[in-house]
Nanobody, 118 residues
């Protein structure tokens, strides 16, 4: 079965960096686009970035553009999100999500908490 397992969250000071990873299994990873979505306390889900199946297409929300970088390693079935210059408003649970061929989300990870605080 499809599994998505995030890791790498934690507590970081403003201006710091974190690298999130998502280990995918149970399907042909290189066939599907992937995304990162976050949910801040008391807020709804916010799409922040996605990447095409081959990695050539990468897109970002304005809120993270220039600070976050999405990437994937299709040989290792891994999705990553490098987060630099973190701000308090980046505090959220971060989820990796798999797209189906119609670019609708069909599987989600369990999420990893990122807290930006001094």
């Amino acid at each position: 079965q499809v599994q998505l397992v995030e890791s790498g969250g934690g507590l970081v000071q403003p201006g710091g960096s974190l690298r999130l990873s998502c280990a995918a299994s149970g399907y042909f990873f290189k066939t599907y686009g992937m995304a990162w979505v976050r949910q801040a306390p008391g807020e709804g889900l916010e799409w922040i970035s996605d990447i095409s199946n081959g990695g050539g297409g990468r897109y970002y929300a304005d809120s993270v553009k220039g600070r976050f970088t999405i990437s994937r390693d299709n040989a290792k079935n891994t999705l990553t999100l490098q987060m630099n210059d973190l701000k308090r408003e980046d505090t959220a649970v971060y989820y990796c999500a798999k797209y189906d061929h119609q670019y609708e989300f069909d599987y989600w990870g369990q999420g990893t908490q990122v807290t930006v605080s001094s």
